[in-house]
């Protein structure tokens, strides 16, 4: 039914090295996406390469808040929200997968009476965010290069790589 | 300076057409006139004295421009020029016509005709279809007038 | 406090109340330069003195023109004095600088000083709207008085609100305006006086800090608060905001910001000396009210709150950062929220914590502190304090392959009703990853060890507890002896955990109307395998049962904290499938679908009788999400139990967004309470912001919960905004307390667009109750105006 095995990742030749930007100097996400790509086969770059392309994180923001309370007004259900907008720009500047926000997020149970126990449901939460957002990000620039890698292999006539 | 009136005037030109003895002739000086009467420093092109009573009451100039310098009494440097001067010795009033401007250190007046009485120091300028234009500097660059 | 939003002049006629001057060149520099330019004057007619004695003055009449710097004169007649720099100009006078624009029939000054005064005057303000006219302006630099001055933003044809004030100090270079003895017009309606008012002329930081905000309320009758913005440095400023409730006293809110190199920070608090509303009404308080046992005892007189967070980089690889929170008591929250605001918050946290981050490392040492704010619940409902806690992570990866680790945390717990104690947990772990672009396999060996110093009160509740549920399991009576031998201040834990997983990535590419997709297929396995050990002789500190989830498919414990390690032998078969557009990589479609089965019984509990894990197979966990487009999206989640025939979970989530700023939301939420396997929750909510046109816009929200049969909050309103006004009136129906009576509010808020808005901010209320009333809280960063600025954690503890 047209399913086949996933290829690897292959970066375009004239990427070059790969310089990952972040807003938040302490940021993970920019760290996790960093050794991804080099297993990727990228080349990563420092802070102040010029001529690297640069996956840009734009921004990271958390979000917790209450999505349902009970019949006396007390939060009981919250959702932790985790987005991120990036793009990633060739070494010209131009936009190779354009600018796009990824929102993920996870609900848990917070009981009013029994709140033992909420602070760490929700590190476990924002740690397999993170792992998720990463996974995201690398997918979606992926879906963008296949399509490349294939344009350019078949002068995108038909999908036949 | 208004003592500039009793001074000498003195003219010269490369040539001058003038009747000497009658009054009523013309008397015309042409080619990089000069003019002097004390501080008075007048340079035109064409100089058109007109005499009367033995003296000189009145000089048209052309020129491309007409250039007049003069110190006032409070010693400032006043300049102007203009395309064309009509110098009034009895009421002793410069017309300057046509592109004219008098500047001073502290500032310039331009127009197509200002009238400068040198007895009082009054200034008129503009006319129907013409607008006259004035600039003071600010006081700190007021030395190095342009 | 917030910012008031960019205002949207959108609505407005282009219709200026002072024309552009055609003849007036481009303002150049702005009035602190202005003096340094020549002053250049145009006219028909010139008489003036050569000589320039100090009394000397010329006369230029016919149209005249004077230009400074970025100011410019209009007048039929002016005379000037050069050597002084005073002027009188006369009729039709027309003036203009880097600030405003103004028509005036006489003005006079003296350039030296830069003072001008002009007399019956019509202006308007060139770098923010505002217009309005004065009987006199004084001008001197960049400050401007205007005497006996009407302020507004309307267009002079739809004059919908004015501020007529006595005098109106404008400082341009600060951006402040500060308006004495003001009475403010809706309509021809007077209908405020304020004798001292202070707004911002320009949209610099300080948009929104400063408008009065007054209310009206049962239970604080009239409510006036006057924000105060004082900028007292480039990088640091401060607000008061002195508040006045005709019911209950005055009030004093502040705050003070800071931003230096390293970091920043932000301190506020609100004091209130002396509050009337325990004496008034004293009811609110009772122990026992309406069936809801309180253990509130009445607050004192004096009420107030504190908030500090702040972070601080000590270089690239460690910050420091803290979030301190206090409130004066469990009634403040409910006490001095707006009436108009659901809170849902019950505790206030505190944390303080330095952070550090490598390569291949993370280490914290924090520590956090729970005060209790909802008089509700008392501090055996708070967590354990944690003072301090140090967290540990290493993992250091051996060639492509393997991958050596250890995850350590040592804490000292502290609990006011349960005492507390110290414990280690450490997980040393090796783990490889083998695969290619299409597979991985990653099994991973860890070894947990957790041990304990208990502290002799919470050793001896611990062995009296399991002493008592032996005694009652065994039919043996309980005595002093047995509980003894349940006594252990040092309990440990130490098993090893193994698991593996594995997924296959198969892609395949289609067209699907014209554009292309990737669509990928992700069959995953995870094996789990832990020992059993009894662990009840181990306390709860910070341990409870997770909720059910697909995360929870594929972590090696059931619970959150250390306290508990489940035993498990199981398995998780799940599939997930994504279609990606190939144009730009976003996600429009995926869906996922797992299970676990267990291969043993899982017999590791919270607590002696909780039921335990039988073999057979969990819940199914089904989650899809859905975003055809930028304006749809769609997601649910649902969970299915073989073993009762259940659902444990059913959500769904629609939001749609309507043209540039409507949104409706349509959300359904079951849950099924895990430990007692009834009904825990069932809930409908609807909310939208529907933009009929230009100026009407309908506002709604209802929140049923269908277990209890009873309306959470319904919201209904409607907003008319035009060009410089916008009038919202809201009805909402809400859970005023925690006795879950219900409250009527209905609020009218007049929002003066430019000048802020009088009364109850209802866009606070509006935006928690409809999400994405603001766009920005859709995606939390709406991606097209993103400023590159700090990350926030948009958590805060106090609503």
Known sequence: CGF???SALTLPPDLGPVRIASADPYSPLADDLAQALERAGAQGATEDDANAAVLDLISE???????SVDQFGRAQEFTLRYAVVFELRRVDGTALVPRQAIELSRDYVASPTNAIGTEGEREILQRELRREM????????????VRGAAGAAAGDAAPTR | RSSDRNQPMDLDANHTDCAVGNDRGPCLFKG??????????ISAATADLRRGGGDIQKVFLTGAPVQMEQQLDNGEQVSARSSRVEYDLQSETVVFIGNATLSKPDGSVSGERIVYNMASGQIQAGSENSRVKVRFLPKNRQAKAD | AEGEDEENWGLCPIEDVVPVFPDAPAPTGDAGTRVQFPTDISGDLLDGQLEGEADDTAVIRGNVTLTRGDQFLGTDQMTYNPETGRYVAEGSVRYQDSGMRITATRAEGDQQADRHRIEDVRYQLTRRRGNGGAERVELRGDHGALIGSTYSTCAPSQRAWELRAERIDIDTAEGLGVARNATLRVGKVPVLYVPWFMFPVDDRRRTGLLYPRVGNSGRNGFDWRQPIYLNLAPNYDATLEPRLMSKRGVALGGEFRWLYGQGNGRVAGTWMPDDQLPDDEPDRYDDNRDGVSTEAERPGRNRGMFHLDAQHRLDTRWHAATNLNWVSDTHYVEDFSSSTLTN???FVSSDIGVFGRGRNWEASL?????????????????????????VARWSQPFGRLLEVGVDAEAVRFDHEVFGGGSRLDARPYVSATIGGAAWYVAPRLAWRYTGYALENDTADALAEARARAFAAENGVPYTPALDASFRNRSPSRSLPIGSIDAGVYFDRSFRFRGERFLQTLEPRVFYLRVPYENQD?????DTNLMSFSWGQLFRDNRYTGADRQADANQITTALTTRFISEDDGRERLSASLGQIHYLDESRVRLYAGEPSIERGRSAWVAEVGFMPDDRWSIGAAYQWNPKFRREDLASLRVRYLVGEAGVINLGYRYRRDPATGNDLLEQADLSF?????????????YYYSLLEKKELETIAGVQWESCCLAVRVVGRRYLRNRTGELNNALQVEFELKGLGSAGQKTERVLRRAILGYDRDDLYLVPPSSIPRGPVDDTSDPLP
């Open chain 1, 4 to 6: 086949h095995l996933r």
């Open chain 1, 61 to 67: 923001r958390w979000g917790d808040s209450p999505i």
């Open chain 1, 134 to 145: 990463t996974a995201s990000v690398l997918r979606r620039i992926d879906a963008v290069l």
């Open chain 2, 32 to 41: 990089n006139v000069r003019i002097v009467q004390g501080t008075l420093r």
């Open chain 3, 344 to 346: 849902s918050a019950y």
């Open chain 3, 366 to 390: 924090s520590a956090d502190h729970y005060q209790l704010a909802d008089y509700t619940l008392s501090d055996a409902n708070l967590p354990f304090h944690r003072l301090p806690r140090l």
């Open chain 3, 537 to 541: 002789d181990l306390p709860l500190f």
């Open chain 3, 689 to 701: 912001l529907y933009p009929i046109n230009q100026n009407w816009s309908v506002v709604g929200r």
